[in-house]
Nanobody
């Protein structure tokens, strides 16, 4: 089973920045789309941003203009640069990826990370 490992969360003041990283726990063949989702206290999980293997991106309305998703395909790693953070960005952030485990003909495997806490103080 392939797991994703997130890092980079923490406590930051409003207006500050953080960068999250996400990588597979084992060696894999390739990753198709990758994305970040978040779940705040008492809220449903919501889309933050996604990126295809070709670099096309999509953002949730609440983070447009402040967050940037990018990836390093050689390292099979995705990043989320978060700027101008607001208290309402406080949530557990989860990484998601569609993974081909062994070769181009492997089926796509939908993998999630354990989540990393981001807390923004006012």
């Amino acid at each position: 089973q392939v797991q994703l490992v997130e890092s980079g969360g923490g406590l930051v003041q409003a207006g500050g920045s953080l960068r999250l990283s996400c990588a597979a726990s084992v060696s894999i063949f390739s990753i198709n789309a990758m994305g970040w989702y978040r779940q705040g206290p008492g809220a449903q999980r919501e889309l933050v941003a996604t990126i295809t293997s070709g670099g096309s991106t999509n953002y949730g309305d609440s983070v447009k203009g402040r967050f940037t998703i990018f990836r390093d395909n050689a390292k099979n790693t995705a990043y989320l640069q978060m700027n101008s953070l607001k208290p309402e960005d406080t949530a557990v952030y989860y990484c998601n990826a569609q993974i081909k485990r062994y070769s181009r003909s492997s089926p796509l495997y939908d993998s999630w990370g354990q989540g990393t806490q981001v807390t923004v103080s006012s």
